[in-house]
């Protein structure tokens, strides 16, 4: 495994996202010269990804650049600028259920930005593209734990079906014009500074309005919750470590990065309430449409090629999470 190069310059896109900011911190601790790209969308809230700039604005390595990545011509010429060496793309329409709601961001943003990415990325050529993928792919499937050899041909959300082309666009690419391309398959994050669509953040936000969460399925459902920080730091490890080329001649590779011990829904709810000092009023319903029973992450490669797994355990997590968003949102 190479050693991190901090004379490199590191595009990250959706630099003002969740694991976009903590990355860009990561990289800004060690030196590197980061161009951060967000389009600011009102996904969620815009003052929170705000807040996550203002962490980092001051530093002289870091230049943030409003833009979207489904503009082809400003993001060409963010490229001839800058010239990246290693480009992130972590700018996405996230989340399950709004794909439901409104498809047409998610072909915008996933598929016609990630093609602008890596038409970027092929007209100015980079030493490694490194991009967000998601365990949505593995959709209803009964193995576990979840294994990037099992096939995931059969999503259950717009959203899953957008991240499965995403790996299959990049390999294309890899075997196309030689680039070198790794995708990566998030596990449910959360930690500080989250997003508040997921589990964590939300119940938070309902909890602390004495509002009741909404437990779906009953509460029976397993997630295999990751910490931010175990996810920036296997981005991290990857990031100046591309793929060797395939047997077909495509450097192309795609890992998990999952905490790979699921947690029952309801043993995460408790522990968020014990956390934020709140006993959350409970509303049980439902399945609901795209959603999984469990999730569930084998990280075998991640530890075999980079001897690393995610091992943060959520009661740690989540009160990192919980002493952060008292001290954001107060008592």
């Known amino acids: 495994m190479k050693e991190f190069n901090s004379e490199y310059r590191y595009l990250v896109?959706?630099?003002?996202?969740?694991?976009?900011?903590?990355?860009?911190?990561?990289l800004l601790d060690a030196n590197a010269t980061v161009i951060g790209i967000d389009n600011m969308n009102d996904y969620y809230d815009v003052s929170l990804k705000e807040y996550r700039l203002d962490q980092i604005r001051g530093n002289e390595l870091f230049t943030f650049i409003k833009a979207d990545i489904s503009d082809k011509e400003t993001l060409m010429g963010i490229f001839e600028k800058y010239k990246?060496?290693?480009?992130?793309?972590?700018?996405?329409?996230?989340?399950?259920?709004?794909?439901?709601?409104?498809?047409?961001?998610?072909?915008?943003?996933n598929l016609v930005?990630?093609?602008?990415i890596l038409e970027a990325c092929r007209h100015y050529p980079v030493k490694h593209l490194v991009y967000a993928s998601s365990s949505s792919v593995y959709g209803g499937n009964d193995k576990i734990p979840f294994s990037t050899d099992d096939k995931v041909d059969r999503p259950v959300s717009l959203y899953a079906a957008t991240k499965k082309s995403n790996e299959l666009m990049a390999y294309s690419y890899s075997k196309l014009y030689g680039m070198k391309t790794t995708g990566l398959r998030f596990f449910t994050v959360y930690g500080p500074m989250g997003r508040p669509d997921m589990a964590a953040y939300k119940f938070a936000l309902k909890m602390r309005a004495g509002q009741p969460i909404q437990i779906y399925n009953h509460g029976n459902m397993e997630r295999d919750f990751t910490y931010i920080d175990d996810i920036v730091t296997g981005v991290f490890n990857i990031l100046?470590?591309?793929?060797?080329e395939d047997d077909l001649g495509a450097?192309?590779?795609?890992?998990?990065?999952?905490?790979?011990?699921?947690?029952k829904l309801m043993d995460f709810v408790a522990c968020l309430e014990d956390k934020l000092g709140i006993e959350a009023v409970k509303e049980f319903l439902p399945m609901q449409p795209g959603d999984v029973l469990r999730t569930y992450a084998d990280v075998s490669e991640l530890m075999r090629d980079f001897d690393f797994k995610p091992s943060t355990p959520i009661e740690t997590g989540l009160k990192r999470f919980a002493d952060w968003f008292w001290e954001y949102y107060g008592r």
């Open 251 to 263: 450097a192309y590779k795609v890992y998990n990065i999952g905490n790979n011990k699921p947690e």
């Open 13 to 26: 896109t959706g630099a003002a996202g969740f694991i976009g900011y903590h990355l860009s911190k990561r």
């Open 240 to 244: 100046c470590n591309p793929p060797k």
């Open 84 to 109: 990246p060496d290693v480009v992130i793309n972590l700018a996405a329409q996230a989340g399950v259920r709004y794909s439901i709601e409104n498809p047409d961001a998610y072909i915008n943003s």
């Open 113 to 116: 930005g990630f093609a602008n």
